[in-house]
């Protein structure tokens, strides 16, 4: 079973940072592409930023030049660093694995979600 598990969320004012980290624990082959993804209240979720395998890198404009995603491939985990952030940032963030099985298939796994509060 393929557990993914996101953690760092919490308030921060306007222009500050925040850490967001995600780790996928269980039995598989590998991980393909490790992703965040947002959902603000009334809103359709909402792909923020993606990372391969191979470590290339992908972002939502409204988030580029001031989000950086990355990954420990040894570790299974994958980061979120979050600067000068917005009230507009505000939302659950979800951290998606998609995970290769030992039997070479694929699946999205995705975490509980962890809330971000930008706010004066």
């Known amino acids: 079973q393929v557990q993914v598990m996101e953690s760092g969320g919490g308030l921060v004012r306007p222009g500050g940072s925040l850490r967001l980290s995600c780790a996928a624990s269980g039995s598989f082959r590998s991980i393909n592409s490790m992703n965040w993804y947002r959902q603000a209240p009334g809103k359709q979720r909402e792909l923020v930023a993606a990372i391969s395998s191979s470590g290339t890198t992908s972002y939502d404009y409204s988030v580029k030049g001031r989000f950086t995603i990355s990954r420990d491939n040894a570790e299974n985990m994958v980061y979120l660093q979050m600067d000068a952030l917005k009230p507009e940032d505000t939302a659950v963030y979800y951290c998606?694995?998609?995970?290769?099985?030992?039997?070479?298939?694929?699946?999205?796994?995705w975490g509980q979600g962890t809330q971000v509060t930008v706010s004066s």
């Open positions: 998606k694995a998609v995970i290769v099985s030992r039997t070479l298939d694929y699946g999205d796994y």
